[in-house]
């Protein structure tokens, strides 16, 4: 609901803050007051196109300031809360017109493109009038208000149909991806299949790499290890190569040795402790003779062997040159691409089976369609006629109405039909769309038509605003346009500018516009009435004059709807 707006500077509306509660609100007038500002005001704080000649004369910009109190899971409440704004005590919007033209919006406290106003606008307020911004420009909007005044039924139908629709496009987008991707796909399996047919032909094994690099520089280098352990030997042992050792080398050394402490060593236990020491590295020389002597007679002088093992190493090269940094890794790539091959392999049978998935799909799709489309045909004739009735109380009797569903030629996210609301508003006249079949003020009677039709069914705004909805009626017809508007407001907030009493009389808060001149500057101003000023107000409208029989016409007509002169 809108709680208040503030307007400053904005045509000759110097400054004025207008508070608006439930129910029916009407703002009246004279001619030339400024009521139009008020809908123009709201207009810009819905989105509305900004324009210098907006600013009042003497001033450097335009003020429009609007409170909303909407809950905190309302689509305005979302969508601002998105834009960085707060609405945990109102909704507060302003829009800010330089006399330059420029303009700016706030939201929720922060600054946002004025783009985000007419978004939240069409969350908020539903505006009707000559030159408005109606809810059913766009043709889609017919389609959604016919869906909404289906009721359980259709959207039942309605439903089942985005369910199928979603399935379908799911499965269908799969299958051309995965179609699309069919060469990429034959030329990664070709890669694949040819990486591991080289791993199946040469079998590495885990560390092998690394195992005959070992191998390599032993073979490379035999006769030299061969000799130098020899020697090592032969200088532990005594033996030949030893070149200038005495005959029994290390070990008849350390025998002489153990020999000369033997003979002493009972004497002082230090020196036995000695002894001890040196039978151990006796023992731990001759266990070291013995290895290399083995090593000696297991050094492999074969150079067909070593020709083996580097072209080996050559092999397993190649392998890490394409597959990666060691032979472990080569082997991990030969796992993952084993795999791979399997996905690769079943995508095939994936697009067989997504294929006969979608042209199920499309079977269903086109059934749940029709089903829809016949629901919302059934729908249609219904709204047609509560439209209708609606207008035979709005001076427009003659008027027929029309909720047209036709093919789209396609299936859509929302079904298969096109569905357009006309209007034929003489005897005889074809019915068009009622953007373009009404004019003026039939214009917003139509509209009030609708939403008086439709708004227990759809849940619409909270708010719908009427710009001159009366132009063009008067007497028991403008009775009926003020009970259809208060009708309306049972459901909404409904805030009408009028120039007739009669429909002035329904509402349940008066505001006045009024300007003054003192010779110099025009202003208005907007004021609440009650009691006996809204009495005079409404004798003013009927009469043009404050007479005692347009006060006495005026109280009748309140006593007439139940209003009471203290309304």
């Known amino acids: 609901m809108l709680q208040e707006i503030r307007i400053q500077d904005l045509g000759i509306i110097d400054e004025s803050l207008i508070e608006f509660g439930p129910g029916l609100t009407v703002l009246t007038g004279e001619t030339g007051a400024g009521k139009t500002m008020v809908v123009t005001s709201l207009g810009l704080l819905l989105g509305a196109?900004?324009?210098?000649?907006?600013?009042?004369?003497?001033?450097?910009?335009?003020?429009?300031?609007?409170?909303?109190?909407?809950?905190?899971?309302?689509p305005a409440t979302v969508r601002a809360t998105e834009a960085g704004g707060e609405a945990d005590d109102g909704l507060v919007l302003v829009r800010t017109v330089n006399s330059e033209g420029r303009s700016r919006a706030h939201v929720g406290g922060r600054s946002a493109p004025v783009g985000v106003l007419g978004e939240l606008g069409e969350h908020l307020v539903a505006v009707h009038g000559q030159a408005d911004q109606w809810r059913l420009r766009r043709p889609e909007e017919h389609r959604e208000?016919?869906?909404?005044?289906?009721?359980?039924?259709?959207?039942?139908e309605r439903t089942a149909y985005d369910a199928v629709f979603a399935a379908h496009a799911e499965a269908h987008a799969e299958l051309e991806t995965l179609r699309a991707a069919g060469r990429e796909r034959a030329q990664?399996?070709?890669?694949?299949?040819?990486?591991?047919?080289?791993?199946?032909?040469?079998?590495?094994?885990?560390?092998?790499?690394?195992?005959?690099?070992?191998?390599?520089?032993?073979?490379?280098?035999?006769?030299?290890?061969?000799?130098?352990?020899?020697?090592?030997?032969?200088l532990l042992t005594g033996g030949d190569e030893a070149d200038g050792a005495a005959d029994d080398g290390a070990l008849g050394t350390l025998g002489r040795a153990r020999a000369a402490l033997a003979q002493v060593s009972a004497n002082d236990p230090a020196l036995a402790q000695l002894e001890g020491r040196l039978t151990e590295v006796s023992h731990l020389i001759t266990d070291l003779a013995g290895d290399?002597?083995?090593?000696?007679?297991?050094?492999?002088?074969?150079?067909?062997?070593?020709?083996?093992?580097?072209?080996r190493r050559a092999t397993l090269t190649e392998l890490t040159r394409s597959y990666g940094d060691t032979v472990d890794d080569v082997i991990a790539w030969g796992e993952r691409?084993?795999?791979?091959?399997?996905?690769?392999?079943?995508?095939?049978?994936?697009?067989?089976?997504l294929a006969h998935r979608v042209a199920e799909l499309e079977v269903q799709r086109t059934n749940a369609a029709?089903?829809?489309?016949?629901?919302?045909?059934?729908?249609?004739?219904?709204?047609?006629?509560?439209?209708?009735?609606?207008?035979?109380?709005?001076?427009?009797?003659?008027?027929?109405?029309?909720?047209?569903?036709?093919?789209?030629?396609?299936?859509?996210?929302?079904?298969?039909?096109?569905?357009?609301?006309?209007?034929a508003a003489n005897v005889?006249?074809?019915?068009?769309?009622?953007?373009?079949?009404?004019?003026?003020?039939?214009?917003?009677?139509?509209?009030?038509?609708?939403?008086?039709?439709?708004?227990?069914?759809?849940?619409?705004?909270?708010?719908?605003?009427?710009?001159?909805?009366?132009?063009?009626?008067?007497?028991?017809?403008?009775?009926?346009?003020?009970?259809?508007?208060?009708a309306l407001a049972r459901s909404a907030q409904v805030i009408v500018v009028t120039h007739l009493a009669q429909v002035a009389a329904h509402a349940d808060h008066h505001l006045v516009v009024s300007k003054a001149d003192d010779g110099q500057v025009t202003r208005s101003g907007v004021r609440r009435v009650t009691g006996e000023e809204r009495v005079t107000e409404l004798a003013r409208m009927l009469a043009g004059t404050v007479s005692a029989a347009a006060l006495d016409h005026a109280r009748d007509l309140l006593a007439d709807l139940g209003q009471g002169v203290d309304a």
């Open 49 to 74: 196109r900004s324009d210098s000649g907006l600013v009042r004369e003497g001033a450097e910009r335009a003020v429009v300031e609007g409170v909303f109190d909407v809950a905190s899971d309302h």
């Open 145 to 156: 208000l016919l869906d909404a005044f289906g009721g359980e039924d259709l959207a039942r």
């Open 188 to 234: 990664e399996l070709d890669l694949l299949h040819r990486g591991l047919e080289r791993l199946e032909s040469v079998e590495p094994q885990p560390g092998e790499d690394e195992s005959l690099r070992v191998e390599d520089e032993r073979l490379a280098h035999a006769e030299e290890l061969r000799r130098g352990s020899s020697e090592a030997h032969d």
């Open 292 to 311: 290399l002597s083995g090593y000696v007679a297991d050094i492999d002088l074969d150079p067909g062997r070593l020709e083996w093992v580097q072209e």
């Open 337 to 353: 691409a084993a795999r791979r091959v399997l996905e690769l392999e079943g995508d095939d049978d994936r697009i067989d089976e």
């Open 370 to 423: 029709e089903a829809l489309s016949a629901a919302r045909r059934d729908v249609a004739e219904a709204l047609g006629r509560r439209i209708g009735n609606e207008l035979s109380h709005l001076a427009m009797g003659s008027a027929r109405v029309t909720v047209s569903v036709s093919p789209s030629g396609r299936l859509g996210p929302h079904g298969a039909d096109e569905v357009e609301i006309g209007l």
């Open 428 to 486: 005889g006249s074809t019915p068009r769309s009622v953007s373009k079949a009404a004019s003026g003020g039939e214009l917003s009677r139509v509209m009030l038509a609708i939403e008086v039709a439709t708004a227990e069914a759809t849940g619409s705004v909270p708010t719908f605003v009427f710009d001159e909805v009366d132009a063009g009626v008067g007497g028991r017809a403008a009775l009926d346009v003020g009970a259809r508007l208060a």
